[in-house]
């Protein structure tokens, strides 16, 4: 099975700071795949390098085979991929719906097309309908993650990049968010989740990395990989 996104010796600096080292990773279409680590391993900088936030070579990242390194955010929405940033980056002073527009103005701007429209986001998370006048700032943490969420699907994404969604939500919600994710898979997006929960990434996702320092360390399908395995890889062995 080709791939839809992947990256070759994908390496991102910051000025004169290395914060990956060639990784190599391979999202299929419908698939959910985990990167997991520790804090400072190189999970949003391989986010952010992915979706043309960071420079980084021309090969060193393929859409559909393609060479797609540094093309811009905007083109890379244009493209089919989305990004669910770290700390959600909403406007916390507008209404949930005009949040929401942003996004489905955007994607009309660049002629992202798909099967997302508020009615059906509505149906996945029906908060955001109840709330749709609300302020952002208003909302619970939880909430303005599906707001977050809300925003990438509207992007009419093939690729969702997903930057620790559960960080900082009570178990409960965090259950509610994941619970939607089967449904944004089934409408044919493909996932990688950046995750720090590692038994929250195990469940949800088909495929696995673990990062240490820049570089993957262990990658296997998420049922397989053992805790063992995992904690070598996390910490770096002996
Ligand atoms: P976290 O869970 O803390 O977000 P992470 O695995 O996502 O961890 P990154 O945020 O990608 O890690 O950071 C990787 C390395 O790059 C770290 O050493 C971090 O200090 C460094 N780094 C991240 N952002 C910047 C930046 N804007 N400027 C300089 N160094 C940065």
């Known amino acids: 099975m080709s791939a839809v996104l992947s990256t070759h010796g994908l390496i991102a600096r910051y000025g004169d700071f290395q914060a990956l ?5 391979e999202l299929h279409a419908g698939e959910a795949v985990a990167l997991i680590g520790a804090n400072g391993a190189g999970k949003s900088t391989f986010l952010r390098a992915v979706m043309g936030l960071l420079p980084v070579g021309r090969d060193m ?4 085979g393609e060479p797609v390194g540094g ?6 929405v244009k493209r089919g991929v989305a990004i669910v940033p770290e700390g959600r980056r909403l406007f916390t002073g507008m209404s949930v719906d005009d949040n929401l527009k942003v996004a489905i ?5 660049l002629g ?3 099967g997302w429209s508020l009615e059906r986001l509505h149906r996945l998370f029906p908060i955001l309908k109840e709330k749709a006048k609300t302020p952002v700032q208003s909302l619970s943490g939880g909430q303005q993650q599906m707001v977050a969420i809300g925003r990438a699907l509207l992007c009419q994404p093939r690729v969702l ?8 939500l009570a178990p409960k919600v965090i259950r509610e968010i994941y619970a939607a994710l089967p449904e ?12 720090q929960d590692v038994g929250l990434a195990k469940e949800a996702t088909d495929r696995l990395y673990c990062m240490l320092e820049g570089r993957v360390t262990l990658s296997g399908r998420s049922a397989e990989v053992t805790r063992e395995a995992i904690g070598e890889a996390y910490f770096g062995a002996g």
């Open 21 to 25: 080292y060639g990784v190599d990773v």
């Open 61 to 64: 990242v393929r859409l559909d």
């Open 71 to 76: 093309t811009s955010a905007d083109r890379m």
């Open 105 to 109: 103005d955007q994607a009309a701007r």
């Open 112 to 114: 992202a097309k798909g």
């Open 161 to 168: 990049l997903c930057d620790e969604i559960s960080l900082g």
């Open 184 to 195: 944004i898979r089934g409408a044919g997006t493909a996932m990688i989740l950046v995750e």
